[in-house]
Structure formats: C-alpha cells, structure tokens
C-alpha cells in the first residue's frame, strides 16, 4: 500500500547513537515527553479503529443473539415498529446489490476508457484538464448530486422512460456510477501509468499500432491495478448513503423482476432501499437499547463486513500487482 | 518520445482495419465526452438555479417564518447553516490536526519498519474504507451515548434526565467527522514527509539536535505544505458529509426568529454568537439544512436548497482549489 520509510538504517544508527548522548547529557526531557506523545497517539489511532469495530458487534450482538443471523439475511420484512416486531433485511442487502452492481457495470468502462484515454493518448495539457475536471468531481458532496438527481435526474427519467415514478434503482445506480467515477479513473490510471515503457516500445518495434499496443499490453499489464479500482469503486458505491437515500425511493422492495419487457414492472425501475439508507433514515427514531436500535447496528455490522472484504480484495490486489 | 511520435492512426494497413481503429478512438473520446459533460452540467445547474437565491439577506440572516392571514411564510437567509458549518470545520481541524499530524510522524520518525507501523497502517487502510453512514451509527452510539452519558452521570447529574452530552452537540459531530478524515490527513502528511530528504535529517542530526528538535525543526517545516494541503482535502471533505452529522447532533430550525437587535449587523453579529453556543449545542450545517430544506418540508420555497448547494458546493470546491494551488506553488518552490 504505502511505501515503505524512506529514512536509511544510518539514520536510524546515528538517532541511536543520539538518543543514548542525549540521555547522558540530560538534554532529552523534553524529546523523551514528545516521543511518548506521539507513540502514544498512535497507539489512540490504532485503538479508535478497533474500537469502532468493537462497538460495533457489541452493539449488534444483542439482536443477533435475540433473532439470530439467518432471519436477519433472509427475511424478507422489515417491521420494526410491527406487534411483534420483525426484522429481515433481504430486500435491502438486495437494494445494496443491485445499485451497487448495475452502477459498477455502468462506470467501470466510461472510467478505464477515460483512464485509457488520459494515461495514453491524451497530450500533457488536456491530461491536466481531465484531471482536475474528475476532482471537481471527486469534490462535489454527495448531498447535493442527490439533490440534483432527485429534482432533475428522477423527473427526466420518469418522463423519458414512462415510469411510474423516477426513484428508482436505476436513477440511484445512475448517480453511483457518476460517483464512483474519480476513484475508479484515478486508480486504474495510476497503475496504468505504471507500467514500464518498454512494454510499450517492444511492442510498437513488433509493428503493432498504438491502439493494439494499449489494448494488448498495457491494459493487460495493469489488469491488477484496474480489478483494485473496481473493487475500491464497488466500496464506494455500497458505503455510499445520501444519495441513495434522496433517489432511489426508499421502497422495500425485494428485486426479482429483470426481464419484463415493460419497464416499469422491471424490478431495475422500481423503488429500492438499500441498508445505508436504512440506518441514516431510521436511526433518528430509535430509543437506545431497543431491538430496532441493536438491529441497525447489526444492519452496519453487515455493511462493514462487505466494505470490508471489497476493500481488502482491493489492496490485495494492488500490493500484489506491485510487487 | 518516442511512444508519441507513432501517429494514433497509420495509413499503412487496409481500409477496414483503419476504420476499425478509427471508431476504437471515437468510442475513447466518446468516453470522455460523457464523462465530462455531466461534471459541467451539474455545476452549472447548481450555479443557475442557485445563483439567484444568493443576495445579502439570504447570506447574513437566520431562516424566518413569518405569519400572513394564517399561512407561515418561510424566507430570511441560511446564515445558522454556515457559521454552523465553519464551527464544524474548525472543530474537526483542531481534533484531526494533532492526531493526523502526530501519527504521520510516528510511521514515518518514530516507527519506521516496527511492527507497530505494519498495524497502524492497516488501521489506517480499514478505517478509509469504512462508509460514512457506520460512522455516523459509531458516533451515535459512542460519542452521544457511552461518553456523552458518562460525562453527563459524572458532572451534570442534576440536570438528568434531560441530558447535556448525552444528547447529539457540536462536539461528537466533529469528533465523528475528525475520524472520518484521519485517514485522509495521515496520509497526505505521510507522503509529506517521506518526500523531506533523509538527508536533511542527518546534516540536523550531525549538528547535534535531537530526533524530536530534527522533527520540530527541520522535517515537519519542509514537510508543512503537503500537510497543509492534506488538512484541507480532509476539511473540505468533512463540510460536505451529511450522514455522519445527521446522527450526532445536526439540527434544522434553529435560530428562528431571534430578532433581539434592531440593526442588520448588530443582529447578524448575535446570530453568529447564539449558534452554536456550546460545546453540546445541536448546530446547523449546510449539507443537512440542503438534506432537509430538499427533503422534508414541504413549504419551503426551491431557492433554499438550490442557494444552499451553491454555497456548500462554492465552499467545497473552493477548498480543494486553495489545496491545489498550494500543492503546485510547493512543487514550483521546492529546493530540493
């Protein structure tokens, strides 16, 4: 992931030798105070990321112990405030699922054509506009692109494709793939622009064109740095919550329907909601201790797991594509 | 370069396969194309339809409801939403600082190769991953209830059952928020200062300074661009989350109607005192006042959430802006 310390063991020799001169002459009060301090602190890094992890299971393990893991994974409803109350969230790890994977299938090409296009082809200047284009886009809060989705995107879909109502999964998916699009092209661009120039020489003097030369050796060469920039756009698309929660509609529903040529019965068209919606839209109400409560922890216990595994996959793959 | 000087297209092969690589390149610049003009398009639709909602009055006044035949009027300005924000912002910068600042300087100074470093860096990596809604439940959980309720049963137990931490305030906010950047921030400084020579270490050292006065004075020094511009990304990062201060203390309709002083200043200067007043104090943001005004309520007019993205937007982008010019003026001033 990062580089390793650049600072060379005849620094680290001379630091020891000035740690034990400065002992001596009672000078390192203060030094020894400042590197308690700032091993202390990352000790308090270390332990906060623990603790949110920590809190979450304890948080959850109450429900999980009440109604066990399989109901919450494979119950179909949601009736928090129902007598008694019952809680399946199979329509929202649905919801996740769905947005998540028809917004990656929707950026992954527009981001590695884009990254392609920017690492490749595209002279110095114009790289550089490209790029700071993609981070004004990286910049723009998520709140306000599902504001703008939810009263330009939703309407226009709804109209264009005479749907019932434009919050749908697809509008949702839409603006994830829009979101996901910075991490995706800045990624696969780096491990783009990693790869050596030879690649590239040996096969122009083979007398293959520039294009055969990207598609057949350099895109291939960052194949790994490109699987690391989806699964970091997937982690992104499925952590992401306000924008989701603005468009998609917040229905819960459990998508079946795929293949209906009548689109809005099409499950893709329908209203979705998915579990970071879930938790932002109902932990407001929740009374401390309360089953409803422990499940939404158990909801981002959930929800940590999955963003979890993507991103481990992720620096796997980019650690092992380095070396 | 010699990868440059092939052209993109050769007229050596036959018709077809020239066409071939010719629609190749128009589906790369059609990529492009379409990447790009929903970027402009978006900003220009905040800009023209926020555009006109920004005067005076909806900058420097707190929101309004007034009372005409029996129907609430709402106007007045967003004023609450952004000194509530810029205290957000400040409070976040002075808890992610010395932490972010400090844990950079331990991988880099302190830990090095240490197997300590190996963990802290994967903390680092799993807690970038991490989605902002689960920060948003840990600061909900931890902040508001284990600590706030502690330091409510322990120094403000005449007041329970009405709570004074325990409740979502000010400072869980940008406690959640300052977790939120952290990885963000060390990053930035680490990059930071690895890129300090080691030799400007060593000449620090052979004069006879010690490992933190070579630190205090020579690597965090040159190193303090890099930081600078990662506290800022972070920063500006923080200004535009919503989940995580939708649970841990971000209000809508505070400030309403606090017409105490009769001169516009006068009366701007005590709506910037009155909010949020404490450490505890539920607060107004832009990301949460646009949430809300877009979502909930039903009779505010459309120039409240259009004028409040264009501010956040402005705010946000003018942000990483600042970031990047100092990014680039390091680069061009750099010595070594």
């Known amino acids: 992931m990062a580089a390793e310390s650049t600072i060379e063991s005849g620094t680290e020799g001379a630091l020891r030798i000035q740690a034990s001169q400065a002992r001596k002459h009672g000078r390192a009060i203060s030094d020894r105070v400042m590197e308690w301090l700032i091993r202390g602190n990352a000790g308090l890094v270390v332990l906060s990321v623990v603790l949110i992890f920590a809190f979450l299971i304890k948080e959850s393990l109450p429900f999980f112990q009440k109604y066990g893991v399989g109901s919450l994974l494979s119950g179909r409803v949601w009736e928090p405030v129902g007598e008694p109350e019952v809680y399946g969230a199979l329509s929202m790890i649905a919801g996740t699922l769905l947005t998540t994977v028809v917004a990656i299938l929707l950026a992954l090409p527009f981001g590695v054509l884009c990254a392609v296009f920017m690492s490749e082809i595209a002279p110095p200047r114009l790289k550089g506009v490209l790029k700071s284009t993609v981070e004004i886009l990286a910049g723009i809060p998520s709140v306000v ?22 919050l749908t999964a697809f509008t949702g998916s839409a603006l994830l793939a829009f979101m996901a699009l910075p991490t995706i092209i800045s990624i696969s661009e780096d491990a783009l622009h990693a790869v050596p120039r030879d690649f590239r020489q ?99 216990a959930v929800l940590f797991l999955i963003t979890f595994v993507i991103n481990s996959i992720a620096d796997y793959a980019l650690n092992r594509g380095r070396r | 370069m010699a990868i440059a000087a092939k052209p993109l297209l050769t007229s050596r092969r036959s018709v077809g396969f020239r066409l071939w690589e010719g629609a190749q390149l128009v589906v790369l610049y059609g990529s492009i194309v379409a990447i790009i003009l929903p970027i402009i398009a978006i900003t220009w639709l905040v800009i023209s339809k926020g555009g006109p909602s920004i005067n005076w009055e909806f900058l420097s006044k707190a929101p309004e409801r007034t009372y005409s035949g029996g129907e609430a009027v709402y106007g007045g300005g967003i004023l609450p939403a952004i000194t509530g924000t810029l205290y957000l912002m400040a409070g976040t910068i002075l808890i992610a600082l010395p932490v972010g600042v400090f844990g950079a300087v331990y991988i880099t100074e302190y830990g090095q190769r240490s197997r300590f470093t190996r963990v802290l860096r994967l903390a680092i990596v799993n807690l970038a991953g991490v989605p ?76 006879g300074c010690t490992r933190w006065q070579t630190v205090r004075n020579v690597v965090l020094p040159s190193a303090l661009p890099g930081i600078v511009t990662g506290l800022i990304l972070g920063i500006s990062r923080a200004a535009g989350e919503t989940a995580p201060i939708l649970l841990t203390g971000a209000a809508f309709g505070l400030g309403e109607a606090a017409s105490v002083s009769t001169s516009p200043l006068g009366m701007m200067l005590h709506e910037m005192r009155q909010l949020p007043e404490k450490l505890h104090s539920q607060f107004m943001a832009l990301p949460y006042h646009l949430y809300i005004t877009a979502t909930q309520a039903a009779d505010i007019p459309e120039r409240f959430p259009w004028g409040t993205a264009l501010v956040l937007l402005m705010l946000v982008l003018g942000l990483n802006a600042v970031a990047s010019i100092i990014r680039s003026r390091a680069r061009a001033g750099r010595r070594w």
């Open chain 1, 145 to 166: 692109i599902g504001f703008v989705g939810m009263t330009i995107v939703a309407p226009l879909m709804q109209d264009r494709l005479h749907l019932l109502t434009g």
């Open chain 1, 202 to 300: 040996a096969s122009l003097a083979l007398g293959a064109t520039r294009l055969q030369t990207i598609w057949k050796s350099v895109v291939p060469a960052a194949g790994r740095g490109i699987v690391a920039a989806m699964m970091l756009g997937v982690g992104r698309a499925v952590g992401e919550t306000m924008t989701v929660l603005m468009v998609t509609g917040n229905a819960r529903n459990v998508p079946t329907n795929f293949f209906t040529k009548d689109l809005s019965e099409n499950s893709l068209f329908q209203s979705v909601r998915t579990l970071t919606a879930t938790i932002a839209a109902e932990m407001g109400e929740v009374a401390r201790g309360s089953d409803h409560y422990h499940a939404l922890f158990a909801l981002g």
């Open chain 2, 132 to 207: 902002s809604v689960v920060y948003g439940l840990f600061g909900f959980g931890f902040f508001v209830f284990v600590l706030g309720g502690g330091l409510d049963r322990m120094f403000f137990a005449k007041d329970l059952p009405s709570p004074t931490y325990g409740t979502g305030g000010l400072l869980w906010a940008a406690a959640t928020l300052a977790l939120l950047i952290l990885p963000v921030v060390i990053t930035a400084s680490e990059e930071a200062l690895l890129s300090v020579p080691a030799s400007f270490r060593e000449a620090s050292l052979a004069l």
